[in-house]
């Protein structure tokens, strides 16, 4: 399978200044590519094509503008490609129109050399010779030695560079288990065989020195120097904060990926989650979304596989001791007791043992207490009952029933729901 390996690159100050005079091209031929397209929909005309928009680029823009003949012509060639696919993400309505690019944020370009079967860009284990930049120095060894293609890109004050290496599927161990995991706030993660791994808590455990270097960018004037700096030192504790996130993440998705057979997380909607404000914050800072992300191309690599939960699924509400019952659980309640069977489990725990039991047949008991007000538990904290579906990682979200609230569907167990019965309930 094909993997992105990033690594870090040491440029010297020249080679430091042809990066950013590349970033400068990427960003110019995007963002004229961008208002082109927006008048051509704006006069009701067709959006012109990649190819289309290369031409034009080379027609109109750059004759005018010299300094594009200082960088690679492969850079604003990807940029007006990135650029049309932003487009059809809008049309297709994944995702919305593509914004302008700002200067200073998100630097990246994309730079290529021979072909893929002739692949020229060469690294002798410590540098690397990128095409009309030079030999830039690695900080540490990339694993292979020439590659057709890269994106360079910046964060904070350093440079990364990151390549695509096709990857030999590594051996795992027979009879390993599955486990179900629930993804909290207080905890990053519980498994559904008792392992904790602790949020890191990364922005929290910072925000002191962020107030105090916010307030020292706002105090400084704009545009002078000082606050250039201010601003600088103020992006490396942000970069710090995501590294110590993601390091936290990659080590938990690696361990879950390589030893258990079945992966089963909830399939939780996180923009529901950062509407609520009090948890946004929280839920921000642990990760779910590359959480996600990550669980999924690991699976693939350590050949198990990720099941979602569906996202209106009781977890946190069912006893998974006696499993016929099911509770109201506000959400500052840590310990889950069950009133029926006097079972007593840490609240994170009980839930991850239940999505561990996805698809066993279980059922999923009505609240007795909260029938008719199921729209005051909204944020998805405690799961309103809306629908029930199952969504492999392959993508077929199999049908949507809209369960519970009424009284009929008592009782309804997973297997039920999943049928095409549809049924009118509000
Ligand atoms: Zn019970």
Redesign the pocket.
């Known amino acids: 399978m094909l993997l992105s390996f990033k690594t870090e690159l040491k440029p010297n100050n020249k080679q430091l200044t042809l990066f950013r005079k590349a970033s400068g091209v990427a960003r110019h031929a995007y963002n004229w590519a961008c208002a082109t397209v927006q008048s051509c929909l704006e006069n009701k005309e067709k959006a012109p094509s990649a190819i289309d928009l290369h031409k034009r680029l080379i027609a109109e823009v750059k004759p005018n503008c010299e300094w594009y003949y200082e960088v690679s012509k492969a850079i604003p060639q990807k940029a007006v490609a990135d650029l049309r696919t932003a487009w059809d993400r809008c049309f297709k309505k994944i995702s919305k129109a593509p914004r302008f690019k700002k200067k200073g944020r998100s630097d990246s370009f994309y730079l290529e050399y021979g072909t893929v079967a002739n692949p020229k860009i060469r690294n002798d284990g410590k540098r690397i010779n990128l095409p009309s930049i030079g030999w830039v120095r690695l900080a540490e060894p990339l694993p292979m030695t020439a590659i057709h293609n890269c994106t360079i890109s910046r964060q904070a004050d350093k440079w990364f560079i990151s390549v695509k290496q096709e990857i030999q599927l590594p051996e795992v161990a027979i009879n390993r288990p599955s486990v179900g995991v629930d993804i909290g706030i207080k905890e990053l993660a519980v498994c559904s065989n008792g392992e904790v791994f602790p949020n890191p808590k990364a922005y929290r455990r910072m925000s002191k020195r962020f107030k105090h270097l916010q307030r020292a960018v706002s105090r400084k004037e704009k545009g002078s120097k000082n606050r250039t700096k201010a601003v600088r030192s103020l992006a490396k504790v942000h970069a710090r904060v995501s590294n110590i996130r993601k390091d936290a993440i990659h080590k938990l998705t690696t361990h879950l990926a390589k030893n258990h057979s079945e992966i089963k997380i909830e399939d939780l909607s996180i923009k529901a989650f950062l509407k609520n404000h009090k948890l946004a914050g929280a839920i921000a800072d642990c990760g779910m979304y590359e959480f996600r992300r990550q669980l999924e191309y690991k699976t693939q690599k350590f050949s198990s596989q990720l099941i979602l939960v569906d996202r209106m699924f009781p977890s946190s509400q069912i006893?998974s001791?006696?499993?016929?019952?099911r509770h109201k659980m506000p959400l500052k309640e840590r310990i889950y007791k069950?009133l029926?069977?006097?079972?007593v489990e840490d609240r994170d725990l009980n839930a991850a043992k239940n999505i561990q039991r996805w698809f066993e047949g279980i059922n999923i008991p009505i609240r007795l207490d909260q029938m008719a007000s199921s729209a005051k538990i909204a944020c998805g904290v405690d799961k309103p009952s809306v629908s029930h579906s199952r969504t492999t990682m392959y993508g077929e979200r199999s049908r949507t029933v809209k369960q519970e609230v009424n009284s009929e569907f008592k009782q309804l167990s997973i297997f039920e729901a999943t049928e095409p019965c549809r049924s009118d309930v509000a």
């Open positions: 006893c001791n006696c499993g016929n019952h069950c029926d069977c006097g079972y």
